[in-house]
């Protein structure tokens, strides 16, 4: 018969989650396997230093100057059009401000911010996307890097790391999605151009005589 077990968060700092998640089956303890993924990984599908390195992580959560901070964040989202930019930045900023109050190290942050970010674009560039939608794809990033389950997931979050962002983009993002989307996702622009039916166009204006050439 098959066992199943609910995932629960490891023991200790910095450990992974093990368990049992309804998409990627029962975990297996956590081990170096997620250092082979890095060559065969989908772009995107795990977030581990793929917005910031880890010098830059690191000294994201070790500085306190703000204005340093979203500098660093506003050259990094490189969000266009950049008068939209400060929206974003703001997000991620509360964002990392949650990860230090949770105490992550840089792996952890890495991939909060960057799943973060994912999510963000990908509400800003589709008109047909919702709350709920959003909150399901989001939840479901969190899942692929919380359970130690190669090559579907990667342990790196734990239970109570993912709670915590969970509970984060819910009261903040979800809770003001429309006005984010609306502040954030691109407006359309209609070109239109009106002739006449049936027109005809008007005979070439003829050059002027001091430029005519003499046809023998």
């Known amino acids: 018969h098959a ?3 609910r995932a629960t968060a490891a023991e200790g700092p ?15 303890a956590p081990s170096t ?3 082979f993924l890095m060559a065969s990984m989908a772009p995107g599908e795990f977030a581990t230093f793929t917005l910031f390195d880890e010098e830059t992580t690191t000294a994201l ?3 306190v100057d703000e204005a340093e901070i979203k500098e660093t964040l506003l050259a990094t989202a490189a969000w266009e059009p950049a008068s939209r930019a400060s929206v974003v930045v703001e997000l991620l900023f509360y964002a990392l401000a949650t990860c230090r109050e949770a105490d992550m190290d840089a792996r952890k942050a890495s991939v909060v911010l960057a799943i973060v970010l994912d999510r963000v ?3 800003a560039g589709a008109f047909s996307t ?12 969190l899942r692929r890097h919380s359970v130690q389950r190669p090559p579907q997931s990667v342990g790196i979050l734990s239970v109570a790391d993912a709670s915590t962002v969970l509970d984060w983009f819910t009261t903040t993002y979800l809770r003001s999605f429309h006005l984010y989307k609306h502040a954030l996702a691109a407006r359309p ?12 166009a008007p005979p070439r ?5 001091c430029q005519a050439h003499q046809v023998s």
């Open 189 to 200: 622009t209609l070109v239109f151009r009106q002739r006449t039916a049936g027109d005809v």
């Open 14 to 28: 910095g450990r992974s989650v093990q368990g049992e998640d309804p998409e990627l089956g029962v975990g297996a």
């Open 205 to 209: 204006k003829a050059p002027p005589l």
């Open 121 to 123: 674009r990908a509400d």
């Open 3 to 5: 066992r199943t077990q």
């Open 61 to 63: 959560l070790r500085a």
């Open 130 to 141: 919702t709350a709920s939608g959003s909150a399901a794809a989001f939840q479901a990033q």
């Open 33 to 35: 396997g997620a250092l």
